[in-house]
């Protein structure tokens, strides 16, 4: 040969090895070979055919033999195309084509799926889809990759639509790949035992898997029970359908909660159809799969399982043990049972380290059960009645004496009817039917409403279980009863025989005018039947879809269409989900959220929303994500200028210490009233946080400055420890007097580093929020003769909201943001704030390859929510009516798609709400980027301010992209137009970055929103902290009338009382006490240096009103100055008139004698009393000295003496004199 032809012959023969290689490799991988085209025509079957050339035989794809396809006698619902694989095999996807050369195809249909030929079950794209679109002519080939491949070895195609100018016509093919298995059947008392070698490092590994398939028609049996080391074991038991997980430590038949944990998947497991379970563990997790549905369980350390040494599966009693979870074995089929890499079947057949207990089998030889499913209004099945069964085969009747009736059923409904007939010789009509979900059986006297009999039986029976209901009748008595069991058992005695007539009417009756037979007054039920027998004979349903016997409208027979909308649940955040045959419910009590699968949380995202609502201070429930997974809270809001958000924990009192032998320190912890997550959560939020931190100490080193190890350290939520004092900054290892350089010994960066044994105080604010909340604190130096130490912890206090006004300007049509794809499958809420002159504009917009997701301005007077998740186009819209969006205000805009509904809500208007399809796609699959503010295709852009802008609880940061986007401007001013309403009173509102203000100046009110005109006292006993406020809750004391005010402190207790309302108890946290009273003041003070900025603020407007009474412990200072003027140690500044001011005032209960007025001031104490509507109070008290209580001396002065200087005895409860005169300034 030539040496050329040779280098290319060789150059072929290696191309041909690798595409052979090639083909292999992709071949072992690849699923999607065609299954159906060379098969015989014997393994094809149908409903029935028009003709021979129309057989199920010819339903091949791109095939012209016969007619060129199936086509049935009769184009209705009850038509089938059935085809054998000949074995079990995997299903990847299913084509569809017309018969050829005809008007005849499918247009949609269901499929359907059996290993054995009967008891089919129906393939549901996303869980809830039934049908599959098919072709809209006769020669396009229409082919559906399902989501989840099916294994078995029968298909069933059952047409739903076709062309309506045609008729039925259809060929089909289906793709996959052989499928191979090694399966075990066990009979209930059988097991397998899987001990593992002796090699200690075979069954431990970083992660272990458990995998198996079962089927099985039982609902309770166990499946797997492990054992390992120090007695753990893990069970897996089905219990009425449902899987559960054991997860146990010790050998206890009854394990208590610290030893036993229990995880439930899955529902309706017992249909006799192949579900796949899965167990991962590794690292402290267990991941737990049933079909579809997964949960990853965090194992708590006591119970995670040590290293396993035997597995049995069927049963536990293969480990010789009684303790067990169920002690009813496994009746059913087990399939691939694999531990790691251990085929365990194989090992049983080759008997290798496995064990068998009772009969196991290596087939799977199942049991023939024919269900029937009633779907709908119009179902009912129809047979043949003792009047027309009971024969011979000479003709001869046969004498019936009775009735025997049995049926099984499973159903969610809580009502409909199960059987009905007409008693022979027209002595009336029995109906057997679900009542409150209970059995209940009634016999109506013919033409009549006289019930003759009426009895009850069993209860919750509408828990999708099978229950089975026996009814007999014979010779005067008649009995009904549950489940077989005697407790659920009713017995009647009727005086007349019941027989029953021609036929037996079960679920429901014909729906036809000349019906006479049938009368149904009850629902019609929805769910599943079989095991039917009459008078104790089977009925052969396969027998009835052929109409060999009785009659049917709206049937499945030989299937359970039964599925649980509950399991996994789409109720969130602890909705309890019922459901009916159709649908399910979520009941949201309680749960802090609303919506069709409580989704969205009724409470705001911050105090900051609720002080723009016109809330006053308060506790309030805070859900910082919305309606993310994070809880809500109940947290106190200070109403302030700036609204603080307030979290106590269980430790904020003054703790003091003492020397101790053999403690060296002491271990406090802080539990916050709210979880670490929504601490957290709070933190990140909060524009600022901070908390109080106070030691004081005598010989009690603090943080050891400058150069030794600390003492005393505090870990936050880093946990790590931190090493500075409040005032310093992190890592700085100071206090704040080291920061500011004015310790009491200024070689140390603290005050208590000094060593000495005055007392002395450390304290300050902690504000880096990353180290934030304290949660717990170390105090080292309590070992010394003479060391005391008393540390504080204050609440965490936040304010402000980042969220809240976080916004974006839009100032072209063509700008938009973007961001990350909006993740919302099954439930999405967007929510924001929008104001705008423009008519229309586009909010949001994220696109699908099919699917999208939009929110529009239409018109100046509407909002539309549009999507497509697979079904078409949806919208939802509110109409605004008269009033104009596009006014330049603040408008608020919540939509919420879930997979019940959608919703629209704007502002206050009444929300929109459009219901989903019962049966379409559920998924919402977006791939695109989210467009804020526009479109990809720049077109109907927004202009105008969006703001808090929060998906699925998660707020996007408009700023920070508005930062680097042309044609968008971080922020939005101009909030006044909006909120401005809510300075109230002439306060004036003033605009601010992130929003505004309330300027009280011009109006007698203060607060917030210039609203309080109720009574504040105010405490200031130490200068280092701020004022305590103790609000009262008697409003509108600004209204002409006298009111009287009575204050009283004794120790923390700040008692107030104001007229005849309840008295109202304040506590105060400053260790302080009041000593060294210089002066009481009247009205205004002039020497306002010292005040803080709200008291000065409102004593720049002096008082306008009328005082009296006016006591102070002991002394009286208003009528001092008025009896007294030039004996009494009173100041009046201004002139001093008398007046009748308030002397007719109901609200003073002691009638006045002698009335003075005062228009001038008078001044005596530190204790200064102020209004803001009628009358503000403020005590302020300077400290003496820490830790040092000075009792009041001297005799008790006379109240009437004016030669007695003031004191200040604070527990003084002197009363007014026997001649009760009131004084008024």
């Known amino acids: 040969m030539h040496l050329r032809t040779r280098r290319h012959s060789g150059m072929i023969l290696q191309l041909a090895v690798l595409l052979w290689c090639s083909h292999g490799a992709i071949g072992k991988d690849s699923c999607d070979g065609p299954l159906v085209s060379n098969l015989p025509q014997s393994s094809f079957r149908s409903s029935s055919q028009l003709s021979n050339s129309h057989g199920p035989g010819f339903a091949k794809v791109n095939r012209r033999d016969g007619a060129g396809g199936w086509a049935p006698v009769e184009s209705n619902k009850y038509q089938w195309l059935e085809v054998d694989l000949g074995e079990r095999t995997e299903i990847t996807a299913v084509a569809t084509q017309g018969r050829y050369g005809s008007s005849d195809w499918v247009s949609s249909f269901l499929l359907m799926f059996s290993d054995t030929g009967c008891n089919w079950k129906q393939y549901r794209q996303e869980d809830n889809i039934r049908a599959f679109t098919g072709n809209s002519n006769a020669d ?136 796949h379970v899965a167990i991962e563990r590794f690292s402290g997790h267990l991941n737990f799969t049933v079909d579809k549905s997964s949960q990853q369980i965090q194992v708590p350390a006591e119970l995670s399982p040590s290293e396993i040494n035997k597995i049995s599966y069927g049963g536990v009693q293969c480990h010789g043990s009684q303790r067990v979870m169920s002690r009813r074995n496994f009746h059913g089929c087990l399939e691939n049972l694999l531990w790691n890499d251990v085929n365990v079947i194989d090992l049983a057949k080759q008997q290798q380290q496995v064990f068998i207990t009772g009969n196991v089998t290596f087939t799977c030889a199942e049991p023939v059960s024919v269900p029937v499913t009633f779907a709908g209004a119009q179902s009912f099945l129809q047979l043949p009645g003792a009047a027309q069964q009971q024969r011979d085969g000479g003709g001869v009747a046969v004498a019936v004496v009775g009735v025997a009736i049995s049926l099984q059923f499973r159903t969610w409904n809580r009502a409909g009817l199960l059987l009905t007939f007409d008693l022979q010789q027209q002595a009336g009509s029995l109906w057997l039917y679900l009542s409150e979900a209970r059995v209940r059986l009634q016999i109506h006297k013919a033409g009549r409403y006289t019930i003759l009999v009426d009895v009850t039986a069993g209860f919750g029976l509408n828990d999708g279980q099978w229950h089975s209901v026996d009814l007999t009748a014979r010779r005067g008595h008649l009995t009904i009863t549950v489940d077989k069991e005697e407790d659920s058992t009713a017995h009647a005695s009727p005086s007349f025989p019941v027989v029953s007539g021609n036929n037996l009417f079960f679920g429901g009756c014909p729906d036809s005018e000349n019906n006479q037979e049938c009368r149904n007054p009850f629902n019609v039920f929805q769910g599943c039947m079989r095991h039917i027998h009459v008078d104790n004979n089977a009925v052969d349903l396969i027998k009835v879809q052929q109409m060999l016997i009785g009659n049917y409208s709206d049937l499945q027979i030989d299937m359970c269409g039964i599925i649980d909308r509950c399991s996994p649940s789409h109720c969130e955040h602890g909705g309890r989900c019922t459901q009916s045959w159709s649908t399910f419910h979520c009941n949201c009590s309680n749960t802090g959220y609303s919506g069709a699968t409580c989704h969205s949380s ?64 002491h271990l406090a912890y802080f539990n916050y009233s709210a979880d670490a997550e929504q601490l957290w959560a709070i933190i990140t939020q909060a524009e600022h946080c901070e908390q109080e931190v106070l030691y004081h100490c005598r010989k009690s080193l603090l943080l050891n400055t400058p150069d030794g190890s600390p003492f005393t350290w505090w870990v936050g939520r880093t946990d790590e420890p931190q090493t500075y004092w409040g005032g310093a900054v992190p890592g700085s290892q100071q206090c704040g007097c080291g920061l500011q350089g004015n310790c009491i010994d200024s070689d140390h960066y603290c005050n208590c580093d000094a060593d000495r044994k005055e007392w002395a105080t450390d304290s300050g604010l902690l504000t880096h929020k990353e180290n934030l909340p304290v949660r717990w604190v170390v105090v080292g130096d309590l070992q010394r003769p003479g060391s005391e130490a008393a540390y504080k912890v204050g609440p965490l206090k936040c304010h402000g909201d980042k969220n809240f006004w976080n916004a974006a300007f839009f100032n072209k049509e063509t700008s938009y943001l973007h961001f990350p794809t909006f993740h919302g499958e099954l439930s999405a809420d967007i929510s924001f704030l929008f104001k705008t002159t423009a008519a229309s504009g586009v909010f949001l917009e994220n696109l699908g390859i099919k699917d999208f997701i939009r929110v529009e301005l239409s018109s100046p007077t509407e909002v539309v929510f549009s999507f497509d998740v697979g079904n078409g186009p949806f919208e939802v819209r509110v109409e605004t009516g008269d009033v104009a969006l596009n006014d330049d205000r603040w408008h608020r805009v919540r939509a919420e798609r879930n997979v019940k509904e959608a919703s629209l809500r704007v502002d206050a208007f009444p929300n929109a709400t459009q219901k989903a399809p019962a049966d379409g796609h559920i998924h919402l699959q977006l791939n695109s980027q989210l467009f804020v503010g526009g479109t990809a295709s720049r077109m109907k852009g927004f202009l105008g301010c969006i703001r808090s802008l929060q998906l699925n609880g998660r707020t996007l940061d408009l700023e920070e992209r508005a930062k680097i986007t042309p044609g968008v401007r971080p922020g939005c001013p101009g909030h006044c137009s909006s909120y401005g309403e809510l300075c109230q009173n002439q306060g004036r509102c003033v605009e601010m970055y992130n929003g505004f203000s309330c300027d009280c100046g011009l109006s007698a009110y203060a607060g917030p929103f210039c609203q309080r005109g109720y009574l504040d006292v105010k405490y200031k006993l130490q200068n280092s902290r701020d004022a305590e406020v103790f609000r009262t809750s008697v409003r509108n004391l600004a209204n002409g009338q006298l009111h009287r005010v009575s204050i009283r402190r004794l120790s923390e207790t700040v008692s107030v009382q104001i007229d005849q309302h309840e008295r109202e108890d304040f506590n105060l946290t400053s260790d302080a006490e009041f000593n060294a009273i210089k002066s009481v003041v009247l009205g205004k003070v002039h020497e306002s240096g010292e005040l803080d900025p709200e008291i000065a603020r409102l004593n720049s407007q002096g008082f306008s009103g009328c005082l009296s009474v006016v006591q102070f412990n002991s002394v009286a200072p208003l009528k001092a100055a008025l009896l007294y003027p030039n004996t009494s140690p009173v100041i009046v500044i201004g002139s001093l008139v008398e007046s009748t001011c308030g002397s007719s005032s109901p609200a003073n209960p002691y009638p006045a004698e002698t009335i003075h007025s005062l228009s001038g001031v008078i001044a005596v104490v530190i204790f200064v009393i102020l209004c803001a509507l009628a009358i503000m109070a403020r005590f302020l008290y300077r400290r003496k000295e820490t830790f040092h209580t000075q009792e009041p001396q001297g005799i008790k002065p006379e109240a009437d003496s004016p030669e007695y200087p003031f004191h200040s005895e604070p527990n003084s409860q002197n009363i007014l004199s026997e001649n009760q005169k009131e004084y008024f300034i």
Request: glycine share 8%; net charge positive; aromatic share 8%.
């Open 140 to 275: 396009s080939v229409v082919q559906f990759k399902l989501q989840q491949p099916v294994f078995a070895r029968f298909l069933r195609l059952l047409p739903l639509d076709w062309n309506p100018n045609g008729r039925i016509g259809l060929r089909l093919e289906a793709y996959g790949c052989p499928y191979k298995s090694d399966v075990a059947r066990f009979d209930g008392s059988s097991c397998l035992l899987y001990r593992f070698s002796p090699n200690p490092t075979s069954s431990q590994t970083a992660k272990d898997t458990i995998s198996l398939k079962f089927k099985t028609l039982q609902n309770s049996g166990t499946l797997i029970h492990t054992e390992g080391q120090d007695d753990h074991t893990i069970t897996l038991e089905l219990h009425k359908g449902k899987l559960l997980l054991h997860l146990r430590k010790d050998k206890s038949v009854s394990p208590g909660p610290e030893s036993h944990m229990v995880v439930s998947l899955g529902s309706l497991l017992d249909d006799q159809h192949w579900h």
């Open 602 to 665: 009724v409470y705001e995202k911050s105090c900051e929303a609720y002080k723009h609502q016109g809330n006053t201070s308060g506790l309030y429930y805070i859900d910082v994500d919305g309606s993310g997974p994070i809880k809500s809270q109940l947290i106190y809001c200070n109403m302030t200028d700036k609204t603080w958000l307030v979290i106590q924990h269980n430790n904020t009192e003054l703790t003091k210490l003492k020397a101790s032998s053999g403690i060296n320190q």
